[in-house]
């Protein structure tokens, strides 16, 4: 009992220096080079998703900040290999219109169908975003994640 006594003050001692390392004040120069943070960031739709720590804003735009890898998939016999063909800035509008296709199986059980229909889904991104900040480690082959905070981040303008 003494020994559990122990390690649960021990446990809440790690933790409550680890929870004093970074803070919402935290500069986020600091928290996107530190190896023992996750930070996980709203998504912005360029073709595919990018977090908006990954994109800058020009004019009316948001493009991201380094070129993409672009991508083909060439089938062989026994598997397939995906093979960067390019690279590329990807772009889209702040006031965005994306269509979607919307999938749903519809119909009783015996007669049930996969239907699909495209919708437009349209909006604004916004350039200030609320950022999850985790704090992270490796306890042998398991990983160990809690929240720290909520952080806002801005888009910054493109260089």
Known sequence: MKSLMVLALSLFAASSAFAGKYSVNTSWEVL???????????????GTQ??????????????????????????????????????????????????VSVCEYVGGHENQRYVCHDEVESGTYPTTVNVSVYSWKTQGEREVVNFLFKKPFTVQACQ
């Open 50 to 99: 990018i977090g908006y720590m990954d994109v800058c804003l020009d004019g009316d735009m948001l493009r991201t900040i380094n070129p993409v890898a672009i991508t083909k998939t060439v089938h062989g016999k026994e598997k397939d290999t995906v093979v960067v063909i390019g690279h590329k800035y990807l772009s889209t509008s702040l006031n965005y219109k994306h269509t």
């Open 32 to 46: 996107t080079k530190a190896f023992d943070l996750k930070i996980e960031a709203p998504t912005v739709k360029m």
